[in-house]
């Protein structure tokens, strides 16, 4: 069950312009009377390797960085005939962040040279001759207040800075240090929005790029800081699979705009639109149930290169909850290729299956020639790989199962029923509550009753419905989603039964 502690987490760089493989989808926007809604869905990049940082030329053309021959450059869909063309093709260059520049046919991209040197160009739209538009300034991102004044994020002392250029005059100022990458001209202002890295919460910010003076606007979903602004003053941002949106002169706080259940949009890790507000990009790595997905069809294809490509160079292997089996995908390779090469007829089938982030929870039963295995991996996906996976292996026992979600579920009425005598009684004296992986936060009766008496109290609404779960012997996974206080939360639970009482969680979120 959700502990009130560890909920408060959920809603609370220099650029290395790293090849990670990332699609960028278009979508049209919809408006209805206060409604707005995602359609069209398409993926516009298609390309293996790395795709992202597209900036909406107008209401037809999307400009991009894209991979190809072994170099990025600037690349031009055109929505009403769905092609693709060129601007750069730059020789010992990539291009980075193409943005348009206000009242002329041409754009401005950060090029970085093979040598290391990295410099803000302009380039002719139609030709793409380029030119140097700030000489010294290692840019890192960048957006237009007008034709002349450009905001950057720019690379000083191993962090970021936002400057103001004036390149009619040729003059630099700096603001402040500690800023994030995502700039942009807020709607029906004179105003520049930034994201303040100064203190341990990040902040949205707005700055008068005259004057000087900034202003906070709110504070970023935790950790993120990808965003954009619609026509009508909302920010949206991403988060995981997730879009979320505010708007200064309505809202108090963040609410969920838009959750991708499809397999291909996964960690969202740019967003942006154009002026109308009719258009939506959106970039992300491919969604972790996908990743996983081609790993299993791997392993029953028995596909030993396949199987481990889908894997980090420098993988993890765990036996629950934390014990080291492989460090790397190399000290994989001589047990599953032996296992592929003895087993002919090996294959997985996936009974349940539980996502959340970049988490992937399968409950998979394994056939060999002369047994069927039941086993529980969790695979942790990050940029498009398996980074790491964690497998309860057997301890299967009906009567042990059947107990041990007797036990859940009581756990699960009294939380309901916000009886918190009832509630406590499910857990052992000794109780011990972790995050995922293996992080203590607590334990024993008291630190139980202490964190829930207050929430029970204060949450009328309080409601937990299991949307999926997965039990092995003494241990019982549910997916949780939450209702508290008209606000909904999904989140993962994994407990451990002994002697009739919870003795273990380990929550993921």
Not at 118 to 144: A, E, F, I, N, P
Not at 204 to 227: A, L, R, V
Not at 446 to 453: D, T
Request: glycine letters at 4%.
């Amino acid at each position: 069950m959700k502990h009130p502690f560890v909920l408060l987490v959920l809603l609370t760089t220099i650029p290395s312009f790293s090849q990670t493989d990332t699609e960028i989808y278009l979508f049209d926007i919809t408006k209805k009377d206060k409604t707005i809604t995602l359609n069209n869905q398409r993926n516009i990049s298609n390309n293996k390797g790395y795709d992202n940082q597209p900036s909406i030329f107008n209401d037809t053309i999307v400009l991009f960085s894209s991979t190809r021959n072994k170099q990025t450059d600037i690349a031009v869909y055109n929505s009403k005939n769905t092609t693709i063309d060129w601007i750069t093709e730059t020789k010992n260059g990539s291009e980075y962040s193409p943005t348009k520049i206000p009242n002329k046919d041409q754009i401005s991209a950060i090029r970085l040279d093979q040598d290391g040197k990295q410099l803000l160009y302009r380039y002719d739209y139609k030709t793409g001759k380029s030119k140097v538009l700030l000489q010294g300034l290692k840019v890192g991102y960048h957006t237009w207040f007008n034709e002349n004044i450009l905001v950057s994020s720019v690379l000083e002392d191993n962090a970021m800075s936002l400057v103001v250029s004036n390149i009619k005059k040729e003059t630099n100022h700096t603001f402040q240090k500690k800023i994030g990458r995502s700039l942009h001209k807020i709607p029906n202002s004179n105003l520049i929005s930034y994201i303040s890295k100064e203190n341990k919460d990040w902040e949205i910010k707005s700055i008068d790029p005259i004057t000087g003076i900034t202003k906070k606007i709110i504070n970023t979903i935790f950790e993120s800081e990808d965003m954009c602004w619609l026509p009508d003053g909302t920010i949206l941002m991403g988060k995981q699979n997730r879009i979320f949106r505010f708007n200064p002169k309505t809202d108090t706080g963040w609410s969920i705009f838009y959750t991708f259940m499809d397999k291909e949009v996964g960690n969202i890790s740019r967003i942006a639109t154009n002026a109308a507000g009719s258009m939506l990009a959106v970039v992300s790595d491919i969604s972790p149930e996908h990743i996983v997905q081609k790993q299993v069809d791997a392993y029953n294809a028995r596909d030993i290169d396949a199987f481990l490509d889908t894997y980090y160079d420098d993988v993890l292997i765990y036996k629950y909850p934390n014990t080291v089996r492989y460090k790397g995908k190399e000290a994989m390779r001589p047990y599953y290729d032996q296992k592929f090469k003895d087993e002919p007829n090996l294959s997985c089938e996936i009974k349940h299956r539980i996502i959340l982030g970049n988490k992937v929870i399968d409950e998979e039963y394994v056939t060999y020639s002369d047994r069927i295995v039941k086993v529980i991996s969790i695979y942790e996906v990050k940029n498009g790989k398996i980074a790491k996976v964690t497998f309860i292996r057997p301890q299967h026992d009906t009567d042990i199962e059947k107990n041990s979600e007797n036990i859940i579920n009581k756990q699960l009425e009294a939380y309901n029923a916000r009886d918190i005598d009832a509630f406590v009684t499910t857990y052992s004296k000794d109780i011990k509550v972790y995050n995922f992986p293996y992080k203590f936060l607590y334990e024993g009766h008291e630190k139980i009753k202490k964190g829930y008496i207050n929430f029970f109290k204060n949450t009328p609404d309080l409601n937990c419905k299991i949307k999926n779960r997965i039990v092995m012997g003494n241990v019982v996974i549910d997916e949780e989603f939450l209702t508290i206080n008209k606000q909904h939360y999904s989140a993962i639970a994994i407990y451990e039964v002994k002697n009739k009482e919870i003795a273990k969680v380990i929550f993921i979120q």
